[in-house]
């Protein structure tokens, strides 16, 4: 009988899971694992491991109803052909805005990223919002960002869609929608277009594997006004042009922020 470490169980339940990733060709991206290309189908092997995904500030939650804040240091890539949703029960009648966790595969400069908010996939907005994201790359484990629309009431325990996509990017140069593994949130699942939301599949389970793979998005909803401090915020949109010089500082803001 052959015996196992823990250490080596986890490597070979990561080559399991990202074989599964592979055969499906869905662009997914790995971050502090590996990076899968999913044009070419190949693997690149690429040291992440001092780039963790960064934890959410606390004040974020000020005012939050339903969210899933775990990641698999895993995204999916969003742009104008790749639409990805997220189901949502609230429990609240106001909704106000909505937080993502993304982050920047080499993706193009001066992208913008809307969310729309529909009480069914291929439904009419209930509201909407374009802004040019402020996103990381990974090497920095991404950034939330807040979309911040027109309020509007929602009935609670009824299912509402998050849609997301960005206007630019392509496959291995995009914007990508972090995510977990195991059905992190159990109010709703994740979906996945790849014709502009002209038609949608689940996330569920999409490999039909025995593991129940589930899939949820990294996001929050709001139902009160979100944290909003416009001189953290002008300070950090600074250090951004400048983070080599300053990075304990941003550490710092991003935590009372």
């Not at 990641?71 to 429990?91: D, M, R, W």
Request: hydrophobic share 40%; charged share 20%; net charge negative.
């Amino acid at each position: 009988m052959i015996f196992l470490s823990d250490k080596m169980k986890t490597k070979i339940m990561v080559v399991i899971v990202l074989t599964l990733l592979i055969a499906t060709a869905i662009p997914v991206v790995g971050i502090n694992k590996n990076i899968i290309d999913p044009t070419s189908l190949t693997l690149a092997s690429i040291n992440r491991n001092e780039f963790a995904p960064q934890d959410i500030p606390p004040s974020w939650m000020k005012g939050s109803d339903q969210h899933q804040t775990q990641n698999s240091h895993y995204g999916f890539v969003i742009n104008p052909q790749y639409h990805i949703a997220q189901e949502f029960k609230p429990t609240k009648s106001d909704l106000t805005a909505v937080a993502l966790y993304l982050f920047d595969w080499d993706a193009p400069s001066d992208i913008a990223v809307t969310v729309h908010i529909r009480e069914s996939l291929d439904g009419g907005d209930l509201t909407t919002k374009t802004l040019k994201a402020k996103v990381k790359d990974y090497n920095r484990g991404g950034n939330w960002v807040m979309f911040d629309f027109d309020d509007i009431t929602v009935n609670p325990e009824e299912t509402y869609y998050i849609i997301c996509y960005a206007d630019g990017g392509i496959v291995n140069h995009s914007y990508c929608w972090y995510f977990d593994f195991g059905n992190k949130y159990d109010r709703g699942i994740a979906w996945e277009s790849q014709d502009s939301g002209l038609s949608w599949s689940d996330l569920e389970d999409p490999w039909n594997d025995p593991l129940n793979i589930n899939v949820d998005q990294c996001f929050i909803t709001y139902y009160q006004e979100p944290p909003k401090n416009k001189v953290i915020q002008f300070i950090q949109s600074l250090l951004e042009e400048f983070i080599s010089l300053f990075p304990l500082l941003e550490q710092f803001i991003t935590i009372v922020g």
